[in-house]
T-cell receptor, first 114, second 115 residues
Framework: DADVTQTPRNRITKTGKRIMLECSQT?????MYWYRQDPGLGLQLIYY???????NKGEISDGYSVSRQAQAKFSLSLESAIPNQTALYFC?????????????FGPGTRLTVL | QQQVKQSPQSLIVQKGGISIINCAYE??????FPWYQQFPGKGPALLIA?????SEKKEGRFTISFNKSAKQFSLHIMDSQPGDSATYFC??????????????FGKGTKLSVIP
């Protein structure tokens, strides 16, 4: 199932280039997240959005920006890519409400900055 | 500052054995403790989660043990199978107020189950 999709799946770019990673979801969730995964470091939260008009910085937002174009779309931009932004990037979504609301992850985008 | 410490970094277990992954935390504001499973080339997926007022939760071969006083929790995989080979992440949820939450992840444990 492709409830959370990410494009592109792989991207190689050069230092200084601007790039955008896109995330779309068909789950109808109002909350969306961007994470970065580096080997041996787990997942670190970059930005999150609880609705279209709500954008919040996570642990490692420097060098990144986001746009919530619609409830179903959340994009991550690197204005001027640098080599230490080479990583695996995941988008996730969740419902709001009581209890533990599972985060559903997309398949990831592997980004390489040369 | 790492708020959730996970060990070991990697684990090799024979088929049929018990896999144990441990996590420790300091922040007493955490209010939910999920475990995520990630296969190569895939995003993480929720495996099992526990609230801090419960000492144990079992789902099939997977059990979370939670020790609130020690601020530790662990994942036990009974009768481990080669299909369980994956990376496992523990996590902890922080309430941010107004119904908002944030997950903090451990660094992950790569489990290999050998036949």
């Amino acid at each position: 199932d492709a409830d959370v999709t990410q494009t592109p799946r792989n991207r190689i770019t050069k230092t200084g280039k601007r790039i955008m990673l896109e995330c779309s979801q068909t789950k109808g969730h109002d909350r969306m997240y961007w994470y970065r995964q580096d080997p041996g470091l787990g997942l670190q939260l970059i930005y999150y959005s609880f609705d279209v008009k709500d954008i919040n910085k996570g642990e490692i937002s420097d060098g990144y920006s986001v746009s919530r174009q619609a409830q179903a779309k959340f994009s991550l931009s690197l204005e001027s890519a640098i080599p230490n932004q080479t990583a695996l990037y995941f988008c996730a979504t969740s419902e709001s409400g009581q209890g533990y609301n599972e985060q559903f992850f997309g398949p990831g985008t592997r980004l390489t900055v040369l | 500052q790492q708020q959730v410490k996970q060990s070991p970094q990697s684990l090799i277990v024979q088929k049929g054995g018990i896999s144990i992954i441990n996590c420790a935390y300091e922040n007493t504001a955490f209010d939910y403790f999920p475990w995520y499973q990630q296969f190569p080339g895939k995003g993480p997926a929720l495996l099992i989660a526990i609230r801090p007022d419960v000492s144990e939760k079992k789902e099939g071969r997977f059990t979370i043990s939670f020790n609130k006083s020690a601020k530790q929790f662990s994942l036990h995989i009974m009768d481990s199978q080669p299909g369980d080979s994956a990376t496992y992440f523990c996590a902890a949820r922080t309430p941010l107020g107004a119904g908002s939450y944030q997950l903090t992840f451990g660094k992950g444990t790569k489990l290999s189950v050998i036949p």
